[in-house]
């Protein structure tokens, strides 16, 4: 407890005790909550926001594909390169 306490000044006494609550609300049916959780929930509680996609126009011209027999012709080109140890 004394570790969730360290937090206080940093976050703010409502702040911790919102987060243990909401710890103890998502935590283990035991009901013990390690401070790394209530550190974890409050750290999501101040988290920023994700910024809204924005809208473009822009167009992949290249789709992805998956060509896992480039990683092998990559590494095939290596092995003919001399070693500069």
């Known amino acids: 407890m004394a570790q969730v306490l360290a ?6 006494l409502d702040a911790v005790l919102v987060a ?7 935590g283990p049916p035991s009901g013990r909550v390690s401070v790394e959780h209530v550190v974890n929930v409050l750290a999501r509680l101040n988290a920023v926001p994700v910024p ?3 809208a473009t126009t ?19 080109d290596d092995a003919e390169e001399v070693g500069h140890a």
């Open 7 to 12: 937090i206080v000044p940093s976050a703010g």
């Open 20 to 26: 243990v609550e909401l710890a103890l609300e998502t």
């Open 58 to 76: 822009l167009q992949v011209s290249t789709p992805p594909r998956a060509d896992t027999a480039r990683y092998d012709r990559l590494r095939a």
């Open 52 to 54: 809204q996609n924005a």
